[in-house]
Every structure is written in structure tokens, then in C-alpha cells.
């Protein structure tokens, strides 16, 4: 069993940064692949990026590569994203997946998923 908990959501000015947190508990934090999720009112749910396990891999959506950086820490058993140059756009609830299976994860078919936090990005 995983809990993920998210934090770190708020109200940023467009063109600001965040950088969200999710720490799980669990003693086998370290062997999932993990990811973010938001969905923004009235949208569905969308996938954001994903990093594997060992963090060789990264993966993200278009609409954020190169704005957004996910990481992990396996000793605080938390993985981040940290997003910068926020836009209106970006404005969601932010929740973080974790699975096994990597191709789950970055299709949001996961076995756990966090409660989420509110990310509200004004023009």
C-alpha cells in the first residue's frame, strides 16, 4: 500500500513557479514509477510527466516540456515538480500517481493515486 499526499499548491501571478511536493508512505516507495496529473474545471483529467523508479527517465506533456521539471528523492520517499513560467492555462488540481508499471502510470491507469492540490495561476 501507498498514501500520497500533495502539497505545495496556491495562487501564482502568470509567469511565476511552484514546485509541488507528494510524499508517500510506504517502505516501497522506491520501486514505483510515478506521475503527475491535473485537471482543470470541467476537463478531464490529463497526464503532465512521469519519472521512472531509478529517475533515468522523464516524461512529459507538450504542453509543459520545458517548463516543468518532476524529480524524486527515493530517501524522502517524495517526488516534486517544479513549475516555472506558470501559465492561466496551467490552473488545475495537481495530483500525483504512482504504479508499478510505467506505461500505466503515463496513462493514468494507476493503483494509487494522491487527493491532489489546487494550482491557480492569474493573468
Known amino acids: 500500500q501507498v498514501q500520497l499526499v500533495e502539497s505545495g499548491g496556491g495562487l501564482m501571478q502568470a509567469g511565476g513557479s511552484l514546485r509541488l511536493s507528494c510524499a508517500a508512505s510506504g517502505h516501497t516507495f522506491s520501486v514505483y514509477d510515478l506521475g503527475w496529473f491535473r485537471q482543470a474545471p470541467g476537463k478531464e483529467r490529463e497526464f503532465v510527466a512521469a519519472i521512472t523508479w531509478n529517475s533515468r527517465s522523464t516524461y512529459y506533456a507538450d504542453s509543459v516540456k520545458g517548463r516543468f521539471t518532476i524529480s524524486r528523492d527515493n530517501a524522502k520517499n517524495t517526488v516534486y515538480l517544479q513549475m516555472n513560467s506558470l501559465k492561466p492555462e496551467d490552473t488545475a488540481v495537481y495530483y500525483c500517481?504512482?504504479?508499478?508499471?510505467?506505461?500505466?502510470?503515463?496513462?493514468?491507469?494507476?493503483?494509487?493515486w494522491g487527493r491532489g492540490t489546487q494550482v491557480t495561476v492569474s493573468s
Open positions: 500517481a504512482a504504479d508499478r508499471d510505467l506505461n500505466r502510470v503515463r496513462l493514468g491507469v494507476v493503483d494509487y
